[in-house]
């Protein structure tokens, strides 16, 4: 298991941007996947973004697609979720997670994650 630590969040406008960071306590990061996912008020837990172990594939919800950006840099053992042409129904708590599985798309192909950051996107 992972300690991730996440930062970043914070207030921003309608078509603004953010970058969150997620650090990892782990010297084998590189062995990991990592996603993005993100809980509003009211709804269930939903898969942001995810990047497999070299940070050679990645994959995103369709809403997020064109605007949000995945990486991960190995050797400072973080990940990191850059999001541009914020809307307001991108508001939410944002996690970020780490698994060992082959597949990365999913809350049960993961099982260390952070404690949260917020991001909320006024009109």
């Known amino acids: 298991q992972v300690q991730l630590v996440e930062s970043g969040g914070g207030l921003v406008q309608a078509g603004g941007s953010l970058r969150l960071s997620c650090a990892a306590s782990?010297?084998?990061?590189?062995?990991?996947?990592m996603g993005w996912f993100r809980q509003a008020p009211g709804k269930q837990r939903e898969f942001v973004a995810g990047?497999?172990?070299?940070?050679?594939?990645?994959t995103y919800t369709d809403s997020v697609k064109g605007r949000f950006t995945i990486s991960k840099d190995n050797a400072k053992s973080t990940v990191y979720l850059q999001m541009n042409s914020l809307k307001p129904e991108d508001t939410a708590v944002y996690y970020c997670?780490?698994?060992?599985?082959?597949?990365?798309?999913?809350?049960?192909?993961?099982?260390?994650w952070g404690q949260g950051t917020q991001v909320t996107v006024s009109s």
């Open positions: 990047i497999t172990r070299s940070g050679g594939s990645t």
């Open positions: 782990e010297r084998t990061f590189s062995d990991y996947n």
């Open positions: 997670a780490a698994g060992r599985s082959r597949f990365y798309t999913r809350q049960p192909n993961f099982d260390s």
